[in-house]
């Protein structure tokens, strides 16, 4: 008898198991990659200052995620670029940072200005060792004083 009330143990020990295994939550769902949308003027005079402020006016702030889990990316370079008055791209409109633990970036400079009839906008570049690098545009309308922006990186792997 003793030996059955021992297999009764383990039976119900091993089922609680499994039943646990079963209602773990389930991994979060993937984000969906951010698109590129061009390359804009990177690559022209090399890399841009480390910085995080280089005006005033305009905050543009934002997180860069993960696709797989859509979990923060630490340690992402984040690079802008914007043109000054009459549409020139020169290094005072240039900046890099990079993200924390919480895959956070803030610039803050002058607003984005219109020229020839474009939008303005600011570049973006978001790279990280073993993701796909991705370059956008993020178009503001005149006079706003910030925008927000979330970036979502595809693995390499």
């Known amino acids: 008898m003793r030996s059955l009330v021992g ?33 804009g003027p990177f690559g022209r005079g090399g890399s841009p200052p480390a910085r995080a402020v280089f005006g005033k006016g305009f905050v543009l702030s934002g997180k860069v995620l993960r696709s797989l889990d859509c979990k923060q990316l630490a340690n992402a370079t984040v690079e802008i670029w914007q043109a000054g008055k009459g549409g020139v791209y020169d290094k005072r409109g240039r900046a890099s940072i990079v993200t924390g633990k ?5 610039f803050t400079g002058p607003p984005p200005v219109s020229y020839e009839g474009v939008t303005p906008h600011i570049h973006v570049r978001v790279s990280h060792e073993g993701y796909d690098e991705v370059a956008t545009t ?8 910030g925008a927000q922006l979330e970036i979502v990186l595809g693995s390499l792997l």
């Not at 119900?12 to 698109?35: H, W």
């Not at 993020?138 to 004083?145: E, L």
Request: glycine share 10%.
């Open 7 to 39: 297999c009764l143990v383990l039976v119900v020990s091993i089922a609680g198991l499994a039943a646990g295994a079963g209602s773990a939550a389930p991994a979060a769902a993937p984000c969906e990659v951010t698109e590129s949308d061009g390359f």
């Open 102 to 106: 919480n895959g956070a970036f803030k």
């Open 138 to 145: 993020v178009r503001v309308t005149k006079n706003a004083k």
